[in-house]
């Protein structure tokens, strides 16, 4: 995975941590994988912010579409 820029890296980032945004929907948006993200948010994020991050998103059912009752925010074109 390469990152075009670093605007593109600080949307991945924002997306990622927001609770709102599932992986589904982030993968839909960018094309990048639930494994990919995470993969860049080990790579980009200090030690203690990746622990952190993957403690606060493991399981959470808004960043699981199939776990989560929430509307997708970009629905189906």
């Known amino acids: ?8 890296s600080q949307d991945l980032v924002g997306m990622a941590w927001s ?12 094309g990048i994988s639930e494994k990919d993200v995470i993969n860049f948010m080990r790579k980009t994020l200090k ?7 993957r403690k606060r998103v493991r399981g959470r059912p808004a960043k699981h579409r199939k776990l989560s009752k929430f509307k997708s925010l970009y629905p189906q074109e």
């Open 47 to 53: 030690k203690s912010s990746y622990i952190l991050w």
């Open 1 to 8: 995975m390469i990152m075009k820029s670093n605007k593109i």
């Open 19 to 30: 609770d709102k945004i599932s992986f589904e929907e982030i993968e839909k948006k960018t």
